[in-house]
Structures are given as C-alpha cells and as structure tokens.
C-alpha cells in the first residue's frame, strides 16, 4: 500500500538549533517529493520540490531513494520556522498528491 | 488575486444538517483537490476533479458526502445529515495539474454540534 510517514507530531527545537524532519514513502515506482507548509493564519503553501532542488527559507531536503526518505533540514532554526510541515509525495499512477499527518514544529526563543 | 476562494469560513452546526462548502478556484487551473484537517488523522483527500469531471472519490468517507463541480470555476462539498464526526478544516486547492503548485483556500473549519 503506498503511505507516507511523519512519525514525529510535534517538535520542539531552540532558536539557532538545527531541525531536521522526518518523512518516509512507500511509493511503487519513483514518486516525486513535495514539502508543504502552513504557518500560523496562512494558508498552506508549497515549501519546497524535491525536482527543483533549491533551498527554500534555510531549508533543504535529500530524496534517498534507497531509504525511500525526504527529510527536510535546516541548520539553524528560527522563529518564524514555527509552523505545521507536510511532506507529500506525488504518484504519477494516481496522478495526485497524498499528504503526511504532519509535524508541528515550535521554535522557542 | 484573491487565490482559491472558500466560503463559510466557520461553519457551526447541528448533527442531522446539511452543510454545503464552497470552493472557487483560481481561474485558469484545470485541477480541483478537496482536503480534509484534524489532529488525529492529518490532511486526506476527498475527492479531485480534472476538468470538471471526478476523477478519484475513494476518499470521501461515507455516502453522506458528497462533491460537485458544475463548472471551472465552482465547485461544493455537501454533507448530508452531518455528524459530530465530521468537525474538521475542509480545504480547497487548485492546480494547473500534474507537478505543478496546488494552491489552497483558507479553509472552511466546520463544528457539528
């Protein structure tokens, strides 16, 4: 069954600490990775694509194909990072996305 | 431009009403995505439609939902009767399709009562 994973709901990390969230697929042939973000009273919007690959707001993410990963990082987090994350690979057999449960990252001060 | 357009905002309600969503995509886009939030279970998919046409319901939970989308640029979400259950945050998004951005509304948060 394909299936994405976010196995940590909430993360909390310092200001200035790195941040690394995790994300695990299980996709038949080669899906394409999206990460989604939604700060607080925005609207979710897209982060960054695992084609593009460019650094978005401090962040990255590796596709590991043979860990069938796509952890988003930053080195250094800081306030305004605090938001929900959804990783979100996309099926070109379903010809849609499916999203993670999310990870809820809080960056204290 | 105003993006993906939805309306109520906040919908409160009774179990056994009928509640309908609606969504405005952004002109142009040819793929429509209803979305369902909650704590326990994350952003689901309902359904999608290309081109007006429902291509993947397998999402939408019960027989009491159900999508319509009679033309590009409108599109709802009915729940009929509606349960307690059924709270959550309804998004809209719309794409110009396959890898393209999905753009989403601001959602519909919905309490059944």
């Known amino acids: 069954a394909q299936r994405v994973t976010q196995p940590e709901k909430l993360l909390s990390v310092f200001k200035g600490a790195p941040v690394e969230l995790k994300c695990n697929y299980s996709?038949?042939?080669?899906?394409?990775l999206f990460w989604y973000v939604q700060y607080s009273r925005q609207r979710l919007q897209l982060l960054l694509r695992h084609i593009s690959r460019e650094s978005i707001k401090g962040f990255t993410a590796d596709l590991n194909k043979g860990e069938t990963s796509f952890h988003l990082k930053k080195p250094f987090a800081q306030e305004e990072d605090s938001a929900m994350y959804y990783c979100?690979?996309?099926?070109?057999?379903?010809?849609?996305?499916?999203f993670g449960k999310g990870n809820q990252v809080v960056v204290i001060p | 431009d105003a993006g993906v357009i939805q309306s109520p905002r906040h919908e409160v309600t009774e179990m056994g009403q009928e509640v309908t969503l609606r969504c405005k995509p952004i002109s142009g886009h040819n793929s429509l995505f209803w979305y369902r939030q909650t704590m326990m279970r994350g952003l689901e998919l309902l359904i999608y439609f290309n081109n007006n046409v429902p291509i993947d319901d397998s999402g939408m939970p019960e027989d009491r939902f159900s999508a319509k989308m009679p033309n590009a640029s409108f599109s709802t979400l009915k729940i009929q009767p509606s349960e307690p259950r059924d709270s959550a945050v309804y998004f809209c998004?719309?794409?110009?399709?396959?890898?393209?951005?999905?753009?989403f509304g601001p959602g519909t948060r919905l309490t059944v009562l």
């Open positions: 979100a690979p996309y099926s070109r057999g379903n010809n849609r996305l499916a």
């Open positions: 996709y038949s042939g080669s899906p394409e």
């Open positions: 998004a719309s794409t110009t399709g396959g890898l393209n951005e999905q753009f």
